[in-house]
């Protein structure tokens, strides 16, 4: 996510500590402890899953014309769990036979070797199989190159050295290579990844851990393409991180720790932190994770993963995104004044988010998200046209990899 200094043990793994602990903007990288974003939340109690079942049935989108799916299913379909340590747990391989599970993400604490996780994946997409859901798990990590790698090897140079390089739209396309060829090898789908950010000041959140390929917009653009095409046409989704943007942040402003404002104007916004995204978008990106920043050029008062204006008119309408949108960490800082993870979990559904990053290392945040989201639609506090749109959206990225 966003920050490089949360803890986050690399369990043996060569390469430098992980200065992204999760995601894109808020996923924290740290070189040990405990991570930082995550923790806010983990010691939440979780809810059962089972005492939903006796909600009715939702009807079928498209994507699932051949299934009769319970709520609790469909609103599975739009959550990405954690867990602690080197094993999975019971619990989440529970989760992903009941048909509840959208997918899964990795960090470094998950990690001790590529056979040990290329182990794990295998195990996870036989729980999958066992499901009522018939299409692949969406396992992810951040492999970003250079500080951000939950995997040794590929992609090594950094987006700063890549960018700053003789030939960066040659070395970003072997990165999105590398990156895309290193994760299919262990079995995983997708990457968070390539940051689009376009920083502003040496020194600054993104470019003090060289996560920006640079403070030019049109070379950002460039290398941010150049990756994504590469990457995915090895069958590895590209996620482009963090709409609108963090590039303008300070080295303090971390969403992973706390609220972070970010007073841009309208016109240096998309003059210059939303310069990378149309070429993301013409060359067929995947997801785009949304940064949990407030803008108050777009919207005054609400962090952009939670603000309609930002991830339905700005990314969508604007932008023409048509693809899958994916939230930061659900437990990072900047939501604190936002509730519980149910609340969040349903207020980004309501921003227009498709899936929901649950983070935390916990199983039970997950589950959390996953009965929240099943009691409002259940509810109509989420209509379902809008609901069901978002699950036809991610089952179509999901059919799309293997």
């Not at 060289?210 to 990457?231: D, L, V, W």
Request: charged share 10%.
């Amino acid at each position: 996510m966003t920050d490089p200094t949360a803890a986050e043990p690399e369990s043996g793994l060569s390469g430098p500590a992980d200065p992204d602990p999760g995601v894109g903007a808020g996923t924290g990288i740290g070189t040990g402890g405990a991570p930082s974003r995550r923790g806010v939340l983990t010691g939440v109690a979780g809810l059962g899953l089972a005492g939903l079942f006796g909600l009715p049935p939702m009807p079928n989108p498209k994507g699932f014309r051949a299934l009769a799916l319970t709520n609790l299913q469909l609103a599975g379909q739009r959550v990405i769990y954690s867990y602690p340590g080197l094993t999975p747990p019971a619990q989440l391989l529970t989760d992903i036979e009941n048909g509840q599970v959208a997918g899964v993400i990795f960090f470094g604490e998950n990690i001790s070797s590529e056979s040990q996780i290329a182990s794990v994946v295998t195990q996870l997409r036989n729980a999958q199989a066992a499901s009522p859901i018939q299409h692949p798990l969406l396992l992810m990590t951040d492999q970003e190159g250079g500080e951000v790698a939950r995997l040794p090897g590929a992609p090594t140079m950094s987006e700063k050295q890549i960018g700053a390089s003789s030939n960066p739209t040659g070395n970003a396309t072997t990165a999105g290579n590398g990156a895309g060829r290193n994760l299919a090898g262990v079995g995983m789908n997708v990457n968070l990844a390539p940051v689009l950010d376009v920083y502003y000041a040496a020194g600054d959140f993104d470019d003090q851990y060289q996560r920006s390929y640079s403070s030019n917009p049109g070379i950002a653009s460039e290398c941010g393409k150049a990756f994504i095409t590469a990457q995915q046409a090895v069958g590895v989704a590209a996620t482009a991180k963090h709409f609108p943007g963090l590039g303008s942040a300070t080295a303090s402003q971390n969403t992973d720790n706390g609220p972070v404002t970010l007073n841009v104007s309208l016109s240096q916004l998309r003059g210059t932190d939303e310069v990378p995204y149309p070429a993301a978008v013409a060359a067929g990106v995947k997801l785009v994770m949304v940064s949990w920043a407030i803008y108050p050029a777009l919207d005054p008062s609400l962090p952009a993963g939670l603000s309609p204006a930002v991830v339905q008119q700005e990314l969508r309408a604007r932008n023409n995104f048509q693809g899958v949108t994916i939230t930061d960490a659900l437990e990072a800082g900047a939501l604190g004044a936002y509730g519980t993870t149910q609340q969040r979990a349903v207020a980004a559904a309501h921003a227009g988010m498709d899936l929901i990053l649950c983070s935390a290392r916990s199983v039970s945040q997950g589950e959390q998200a996953t009965s929240a989201l099943a009691s409002a639609y259940a509810s109509g506090q989420l209509e379902s046209t809008g609901f069901n749109a978002a699950v036809d959206r991610i089952t179509s990225l999901r059919s799309s990899l293997s």
